[in-house]
């Protein structure tokens, strides 16, 4: 008695077990289709919310069958702890024939226990192809491309539109060219680049641009000065005609005594040289008055030394009348 009692206690332990493993069932809808169609292979699943199933990735057979899409998992119902998944993987078939597609497996987890598992029934599919009555429908190679003749009537419209736009071009042109004949000048003279400024115009220019970005307000006192100190080398090279780019501040200071130069502007530009060399050599850094009296000197250096006959023609003078 005892071993028949504890062999039912067994039985009922396992029913009660299989009662609590998730089923799984699947289908393909529809389960007939023609060459090249698709069809949807579906997986579902009845479980416990506290169980966990993962569904599998789709196996292409041979390239016969191929996954176009792998829809979410989606929940069909839920009642209480209870719930039914579903899992759709639409496919398609290249080959005609009738398909075993076995027993969907699942994989399960549930606390220690790691299993698969596997629906009872296993899924077919047929797949038809088209039937040719060759004895009803002859069969004719390909034809050749055909050529029509050309007619002017299918390009009409395009003549049409590319002579008008044509003349547009050509009124517009002349309209231009009567314009620029009346200010003594050619289309050539549309293309031609701006003249240069004259030397002391762009060292003014460029000077008030480095004072604008207050550099030696922000102890930046080496960029400062070398920026000061590289405007006046561009315009002594482009002034006087020598290499001051190149040139040393002693030779800058050597050279330009042959030049007649007001002594306050040698001077200037001696203290300027000085200056800059000590900061960006020595690491010294100057006070605020020093900082601006230098830019000032610069400023009036340029002007003091600029060429009068440039002055008068970037002012619109003629300096033949005179």
């Not at 009738?98 to 596997?118: E, F, H, M, P, S």
């Not at 002034?239 to 002693?250: C, I, K, N, Q, V």
């Not at 610069?298 to 005179?322: H, I």
Request: charge should be negative; hydrophobic fraction near 40%.
């Amino acid at each position: 008695m005892k071993r028949l009692f504890a062999i039912a206690l067994l039985f009922s332990a396992l029913a009660a077990r299989a009662q609590d493993t998730p089923t799984v069932t699947a289908r393909v809808e529809p389960d007939s289709i023609m060459i090249g169609d698709r069809f949807d292979y579906i997986i579902d699943v009845e479980k416990d919310l506290v169980q966990v199933v993962e569904f599998p990735e789709f196996d292409p057979r041979d390239g016969k069958i191929e996954l176009v899409e792998s829809c979410p998992v989606d929940t069909l119902e839920r009642d209480g702890r209870h719930l039914k998944l579903r899992k759709r993987y639409r496919l398609a078939a290249f080959d005609e024939g009738k398909y075993n597609l076995g027993a969907a497996q699942v994989l399960y987890a549930d606390k220690n226990i790691l299993d698969t598992l596997r629906s009872r029934d296993s899924v077919y599919l047929e797949v038809a192809t088209f039937q040719i009555d060759s004895t009803s429908q002859s069969i004719y190679d390909l034809k050749p491309q055909k050529n029509l003749p050309f007619r002017f009537l299918e390009i009409k419209d395009y003549v049409t539109w590319g002579i008008l736009i044509l003349l547009l071009l050509l009124a517009g042109a002349y309209a231009l060219h009567c314009w620029l004949a009346r200010r003594g000048k050619g289309f050539g003279d549309l293309f031609k680049p701006a003249p240069p400024l004259p030397p002391h115009v762009a060292a003014i220019q460029a000077l008030e641009a480095l004072h604008n970005q207050k550099l030696w307000q922000n102890n930046r006192h080496k960029q400062y000065y070398s920026g000061l100190t590289d405007i006046l080398r561009t315009y002594i090279a482009a002034r006087w005609g020598f290499g001051a780019m190149e040139m040393t501040s002693d030779e800058i200071i050597e050279t330009i005594r042959a030049e007649e130069l007001p002594d306050k502007a040698r001077m200037d530009l001696t203290a300027i040289l000085r200056d800059a060399d000590l900061v960006k050599f020595a690491k010294a850094t100057p006070e605020a008055e020093q900082n601006e009296a230098d830019y000032l000197k610069a400023y009036y250096f340029v002007e003091e030394t600029k060429l009068v006959e440039e002055d008068a023609l970037a002012e619109g003078d003629d300096p033949m009348q005179n």
